[in-house]
């Protein structure tokens, strides 16, 4: 089986990049949003044609169930800051692409392997919401949680990489490791206080999974 893992920083690319050294499963780097994100999974699976894409990285949780370190695993994603209009489809949902699904659903085998997991860390599936917001504000928050209210976690890139495996007939998942929690936050103090003191070996679970499902 052929697995590949995007990231979109730099700083997740090094912390796995050590977790899979000397192994056959491709990390790569698209950059931060939807775009980079689309243009990375597509590039991926042109070159490496992989079984299965992982999105991997850090997200803001929900500020109900959720604490920073936990692990987010998308049942379902979304775009929140997509809206097509009701003047030629008034089936589309706000969040959905016209034509595309409502939301895209990870490869329920893969979903199933995720929530199994017993590896020490807290891992909780459902929604994933992303856009190109990168979210500093319990405003900002409140509001996608507004449309929303489901979501588990908050990211920049997750949504587009599931877009591109579903146009590509990929099976795709995406663990989200929680850094900050915005509604309990201000300027995302959280966000770098992760990384500069409790972010490394906060991949560890991505490598649980990937292993799981090679067995």
Not at 19 to 35: N, R, Y
Not at 129 to 140: N, P
Not at 150 to 161: N, P, R, W, Y
């Amino acid at each position: 089986m052929k697995i590949g893992i995007i990231v979109a920083m730099d700083k997740e690319l090094r912390q796995l990049k050590q977790l899979f050294e000397g192994s056959d499963v491709m990390v790569q780097k698209c950059g931060i949003g939807k775009v980079n994100a689309a243009l990375g999974a597509q590039k991926m699976i042109n070159e490496f044609h992989p079984d299965v894409i992982i999105s991997s990285g850090c997200a803001g949780g929900n500020g109900d169930d959720i604490e920073i370190q936990d692990v987010v695993v998308s049942s379902l994603l979304v775009y929140h800051d997509v809206y097509c209009g009701t003047a030629i489809d008034n089936t589309t949902q706000y969040g959905q692409v016209q034509g595309m699904p409502v939301r895209f659903e990870a490869a329920p085998w893969l979903l199933q392997k995720a929530v199994s997991l017993d590896c020490g860390v807290k891992i909780h599936a459902g929604l994933i919401a992303t856009g190109d917001w990168f979210v500093d504000s319990r405003e900002k928050m409140r509001e996608i949680l507004g449309k929303f209210p489901e979501a588990k976690a908050v990211d920049m890139e997750s949504c587009a990489i599931a877009q591109t495996c579903y146009i590509n007939k990929v099976a795709f998942i995406s663990f989200r490791v929680i850094s900050d929690i915005p509604l309990r936050d201000t300027d995302a103090s959280q966000y770098h206080d992760f990384w500069n003191t409790v972010a490394e070996h906060s991949f560890a679970v991505t490598k649980s999974f990937v292993e799981s499902i090679q067995q």
